[in-house]
Protein backbone atom coordinates (compact mmCIF):
# COMPACT_ATOMS: atom_id res chain seq x y z
CA UNK A 1 0.00 0.00 0.00
CA UNK A 2 1.22 3.16 -1.00
CA UNK A 3 1.99 5.53 2.33
CA UNK A 4 3.30 9.77 1.46
CA UNK A 5 4.33 11.59 4.31
CA UNK A 6 4.60 15.11 4.36
CA UNK A 7 7.05 17.53 6.14
CA UNK A 8 8.23 21.05 6.05
CA UNK A 9 5.50 23.13 6.94
CA UNK A 10 5.60 25.54 9.49
CA UNK A 11 4.86 29.22 10.10
CA UNK A 12 6.69 31.78 7.40
CA UNK A 13 6.82 35.72 7.04
CA UNK A 14 5.42 36.88 4.02
CA UNK A 15 8.29 36.96 1.29
CA UNK A 16 9.59 33.62 3.07
CA UNK A 17 10.51 30.43 1.76
CA UNK A 18 9.65 26.57 2.73
CA UNK A 19 10.72 23.77 1.31
CA UNK A 20 7.95 20.69 1.85
CA UNK A 21 8.98 17.49 1.80
CA UNK A 22 6.66 14.34 0.99
CA UNK A 23 8.27 10.58 1.42
CA UNK A 24 6.69 8.11 -0.83
CA UNK A 25 7.03 3.91 0.20
CA UNK A 26 5.08 1.14 -0.07
CA UNK A 27 5.59 0.94 -4.38
CA UNK A 28 7.31 1.48 -7.06
CA UNK A 29 7.86 5.66 -7.86
CA UNK A 30 8.49 5.67 -11.26
CA UNK A 31 5.10 4.51 -12.16
CA UNK A 32 3.19 7.44 -9.88
CA UNK A 33 2.79 10.57 -10.87
CA UNK A 34 3.63 13.22 -8.14
CA UNK A 35 1.45 16.10 -7.29
CA UNK A 36 1.16 19.06 -4.76
CA UNK A 37 -2.32 20.71 -4.04
CA UNK A 38 -3.52 22.67 -0.97
CA UNK A 39 -7.01 23.47 1.05
CA UNK A 40 -7.56 26.52 2.77
CA UNK A 41 -10.21 26.76 5.66
CA UNK A 42 -13.69 27.19 4.19
CA UNK A 43 -12.28 26.33 0.45
CA UNK A 44 -12.18 23.29 -1.96
CA UNK A 45 -8.81 21.49 -1.79
CA UNK A 46 -6.60 22.88 -4.90
CA UNK A 47 -3.71 21.65 -7.33
CA UNK A 48 -0.88 23.45 -6.83
CA UNK A 49 1.17 22.02 -9.15
CA UNK A 50 2.33 18.69 -10.71
CA UNK A 51 4.26 16.38 -12.52
CA UNK A 52 3.17 15.25 -15.77
CA UNK A 53 3.66 12.01 -18.30
CA UNK A 54 6.03 13.60 -20.01
CA UNK A 55 8.08 15.06 -17.73
CA UNK A 56 6.89 18.61 -17.86
CA UNK A 57 5.05 20.44 -15.00
CA UNK A 58 2.49 22.24 -14.29
CA UNK A 59 1.75 24.93 -11.53
CA UNK A 60 -1.53 27.20 -10.57
CA UNK A 61 -1.29 30.34 -12.00
CA UNK A 62 -1.57 31.72 -8.51
CA UNK A 63 1.94 30.31 -7.70
CA UNK A 64 3.75 30.42 -10.90
CA UNK A 65 7.13 31.65 -11.03
CA UNK A 66 7.62 31.24 -6.66
CA UNK A 67 6.87 27.50 -6.38
CA UNK A 68 8.89 24.82 -8.01
CA UNK A 69 8.03 20.52 -7.82
CA UNK A 70 10.81 18.34 -8.23
CA UNK A 71 11.38 14.90 -7.61
CA UNK A 72 14.02 12.74 -6.53
CA UNK A 73 13.87 8.91 -7.96
CA UNK A 74 16.58 8.06 -5.92
CA UNK A 75 14.52 9.13 -2.41
CA UNK A 76 11.62 8.60 -3.63
CA UNK A 77 10.76 11.87 -2.34
CA UNK A 78 8.70 14.81 -3.94
CA UNK A 79 9.48 18.24 -2.88
CA UNK A 80 7.30 22.01 -3.62
CA UNK A 81 9.53 24.66 -2.88
CA UNK A 82 7.95 27.87 -1.87
CA UNK A 83 9.09 31.47 -2.83
CA UNK A 84 8.18 34.72 -2.23
CA UNK A 85 4.84 33.34 0.55
CA UNK A 86 1.88 35.48 0.73
CA UNK A 87 -0.70 35.02 3.08
CA UNK A 88 -3.04 33.39 0.74
CA UNK A 89 -1.10 30.73 0.44
CA UNK A 90 -2.02 29.51 4.27
CA UNK A 91 -3.82 26.57 3.84
CA UNK A 92 -2.87 22.81 4.73
CA UNK A 93 -0.72 20.90 1.63
CA UNK A 94 -1.01 17.83 0.62
CA UNK A 95 1.15 15.71 -1.29
CA UNK A 96 -0.51 13.06 -3.90
CA UNK A 97 0.46 10.26 -6.06
CA UNK A 98 -1.37 8.99 -9.26
CA UNK A 99 -0.75 5.54 -10.58
CA UNK A 100 -0.03 6.25 -14.34
CA UNK A 101 -2.24 3.64 -15.35
CA UNK A 102 -4.72 2.87 -12.94
CA UNK A 103 -4.81 6.91 -12.09
CA UNK A 104 -5.46 5.31 -8.27
CA UNK A 105 -4.91 7.81 -5.96
CA UNK A 106 -3.35 8.24 -2.85
CA UNK A 107 -2.64 10.87 -0.32
CA UNK A 108 -0.73 12.37 2.60
CA UNK A 109 -2.21 13.96 5.69
CA UNK A 110 -1.07 17.29 4.93
CA UNK A 111 1.30 19.77 6.45
CA UNK A 112 0.25 23.23 7.82
CA UNK A 113 1.46 26.40 6.14
CA UNK A 114 0.76 29.74 7.67
CA UNK A 115 2.02 32.85 6.19
CA UNK A 116 1.73 35.74 8.62
CA UNK A 117 3.41 38.56 10.04
Known amino acids: QVQLVESGGGLVQPGGSLRLSCVFS????????MSWHRQAPGKQRELVAAGTSTGGTIYADSVKGRFTISRDNGKTTVYLQMNSLKPEDTAVYYC???????????WGQGTQVTVSS
Open 26 to 33: GSIFNIYR
Open 96 to 106: NAQHKISRADF
